[in-house]
C-alpha cells in the first residue's frame, strides 16, 4: 500500500456471527464489511456453514441492517488450493494437520489485507480473540478460553501489525452483552464447531468424498502385548493421544500411541507411553531470538506450557526446531501446530514432526 495514498477506516471480516458483528460494531463509522465464499459444496449444511454462499447473504444483510457497505471476495480456488487439498494430503501421510492456522497465514487473512489497500482502508479487523504489540506480534487474549492467537500464530509480522482485533480485551459474555444492547439477531447465535468446510459433513465422509481416502478396516494393535484388540475403519482417521472411539473395551484407559498408514495399523496403549517432555518442529519461524522463548502450545484446547527452544533456524529464518518443556505432557500429534511464547507474547511458530 502506497504510504502516502489516503485512507477510509478499516475493512472488517464479518462471517455474519456474533463475533465479528461486535467487532464491526467496534470498528467505527468508516467501515467496510467483507464476507469470504471460501467453499460450495451440496453435501455440506448451508445453514451451519460460515463460508458458503448462504453465509455470504446472512453476513451481507447483517452488514446492511448495520449501516455498513458489504463486498465480497470469491476465495474459493485459493481455498481450495491452499487449504483443504493439503489437509486432505496430510490426512493421506498419517498427519493430523490444523487448517485453520493454514487458512489464517496463507489464504484469507493476506487476501483480504491485499483487498483493503484496493479499497483504501489502512487496517483490517476481524473477530478473533487475539491482541497485538506495538511491534506487530500478537498477544494472548485476556479471556484464555477463548483465545485465537494459536489460530493465528503463523501471520509475520508485517500482517499482524495492520490488524485490528477489537475483541482481545473481552470475555465472549462481554461481546454477546454488547449485540444484545446493538439488537443484533445474532446476539445469541451459537459458536460454530465444525471446521467451517465440513459444515455437517463428517470427516471420514468428507475425506472420502473430495480424497478418495474410503474406509479402509484395520487392526488396532495393543503396544504392550501386540494383541489385535479391535478394528478400526481406516488409520488416516485416527490421531496420537486420541481415546474416544476405539472401541476396545473398558479396562485400564488407552490411547492411539501410533499409526501407520502404510500397514494401516493403529497402535493403542497406556497414557505413559505418550508422556515427553520433547518435541520435534519442522518448518519453525521466529520473529525473535530463541532464548526469549519461555512457553509453548501444542493443542489450540490447551494452556501454554513452560518451555525453551534448542534449536532452531535464527529470527525470521525458516527451518528445523527441537523445545523441551519444564514438565512432561501429553504427546500432541504430528502435523500440529507448535505456537512458541514469550510470556503472553506469540514470538514464532512451527509444525510437529
Not at 471480516?13 to 464489511?33: E, I, Q
Not at 467483507?34 to 448462504?54: K, Y
Not at 451459537?190 to 472420502?208: K, Y
Request: aromatic residues 4%; hydrophobic residues 40%; glycine residues 12%.
Amino acid at each position: 500500500m502506497d504510504p502516502d495514498a489516503p485512507t477510509r477506516g478499516t475493512l472488517v471480516a464479518m462471517s455474519g456471527g456474533v463475533d465479528s458483528a461486535v467487532a464491526a460494531l467496534k470498528a467505527g463509522p468508516d467501515a467496510v464489511a467483507v464476507t469470504l465464499e471460501l467453499w460450495r459444496d451440496p453435501a455440506n449444511d448451508a445453514e451451519s456453514s460460515c463460508c458458503s454462499h448462504s453465509a455470504v447473504r446472512r453476513a451481507r444483510d447483517l452488514a446492511h441492517r448495520m449501516g455498513m457497505p458489504h463486498l465480497t471476495l470469491d476465495l474459493r480456488d485459493a481455498f481450495r488450493d491452499g487449504v483443504v487439498t493439503p489437509w486432505i494430503e496430510d490426512h493421506r501421510a498419517g498427519l493430523t494437520p490444523n487448517p485453520c492456522v493454514r487458512c489464517n497465514g496463507n489464504v484469507r487473512l493476506d487476501a483480504m489485507l491485499d483487498l483493503a489497500d484496493r479499497i483504501g482502508c489502512g487496517t483490517l479487523t476481524t473477530g478473533h480473540y487475539a491482541r497485538t504489540t506495538e511491534d506487530g506480534l500478537l498477544r494472548l487474549a485476556v479471556d484464555p478460553g477463548k483465545d485465537q492467537a494459536y489460530m493465528l500464530s503463523g501471520l509475520r509480522p508485517s500482517s499482524v501489525a495492520r490488524m485490528r482485533f477489537p475483541l482481545g480485551a473481552l470475555l465472549k459474555s462481554q461481546v454477546r452483552a454488547l449485540a444484545e444492547e446493538a439488537d443484533l439477531p445474532v446476539a445469541r447465535t451459537p459458536d460454530s464447531q465444525d471446521l467451517c468446510f465440513l459444515a455437517g459433513t463428517g470427516r471420514s465422509a468428507f475425506l472420502a468424498r473430495h480424497g478418495g481416502l474410503v474406509d479402509r478396516p484395520g487392526a488396532i494393535l495393543d503396544a504392550e502385548t501386540g494383541e489385535t484388540l479391535g478394528e478400526h475403519q481406516g488409520a488416516h482417521l485416527y490421531t496420537l493421544g486420541q481415546r474416544r472411539g476405539l472401541g476396545v473395551g473398558g479396562g485400564t484407559p488407552r490411547y492411539v500411541v501410533s499409526t501407520d498408514v502404510g500397514t494401516n495399523v493403529v497402535t493403542v496403549g497406556p497414557k505413559e507411553l505418550l508422556m515427553t517432555d520433547q518435541v520435534r518442529l519442522t518448518d519453525v519461524v521466529l520473529h525473535v531470538d530463541p532464548w526469549r522463548v519461555d512457553g509453548v502450545k501444542l493443542r489450540y484446547r490447551q494452556q501454554p506450557r513452560r518451555a525453551r527452544v534448542v534449536a532452531s533456524p535464527g529470527a525470521g529464518e525458516r527451518g528445523e526446531g527441537a523445545v523441551v518443556l519444564e514438565e512432561p505432557l501429553l504427546q500432541a500429534a504430528p502435523g500440529q501446530t507448535a505456537m512458541l511464547l514469550d510470556g503472553d507474547v506469540v514470538v514464532g511458530s512451527g509444525t510437529l514432526a
